[in-house]
């Protein structure tokens, strides 16, 4: 377990739904994760993700529940950039607490396509051993601005709070 700062994430749970019978997409994974914070002031703490991947060779899923995300890869371009104001939680002074997290239980992933095109193909995602996750917080939340550009959000974003990290081995559980 490693923290940065006051915050430490000392547990994950994986829950995944049981299948589909209907055919229909895959219902995504409920991940659980358990949190200290063992400071003297209460923390704000993101509870969505910006980004995912998973390793399916090392069991491997990484979550990232910040702005400090990789790169994208070469040849892909954002072409819409609105930054959102992240979903943030309370821990309180000296105390645990548990957040739930969405997933989608498959992966795009880009393929090779014919000509100049694009393809991408989805993975599930399958047994999961490890999470890695990347968890920003600050001892104040983080607020909208009015008539701010998209470039000054992203900006303060990056520059709020720190980033717990760990990478935990999990508990797998089916519905």
């Avoid at 399958?126 to 890695?132: E, F, G």
């Amino acid at each position: 377990m490693m923290s940065n700062g006051s915050l430490k994430i000392t547990g994950a749970t994986v829950t995944r739904p049981a299948a589909a019978a209907d055919g229909a997409s895959p219902a995504p994974l409920q991940l659980s994760l358990s949190l200290e914070n063992p400071g003297d002031q209460a923390l704000h703490v993101w509870a969505g993700w910006r980004a995912y991947d998973y390793d399916a060779a090392t069991h491997v899923l990484t979550v990232y529940l910040t702005s400090h995300t990789p790169p994208l890869p070469p040849g892909i371009t954002l072409i819409s950039d609105h930054p959102r104001t992240p979903a943030q939680v309370v821990v309180a002074p000296r105390a645990k607490l548990k957040i739930k997290v969405e997933i989608p239980s498959t992966i795009r992933r880009r393929t090779a396509g014919a000509g100049k095109g694009i393809s991408f193909v989805e993975e599930p995602i399958s047994q999961v051993d490890r999470v890695d996750t990347h968890l920003q917080f600050a001892p104040e939340a983080f607020e909208t601005r009015p008539h701010e550009t998209p470039e000054q959000h992203r900006s303060r974003l990056l520059a709020h709070g720190d980033v717990a990290r760990a990478t935990i081995s999990t508990k797998e559980e089916k519905e």
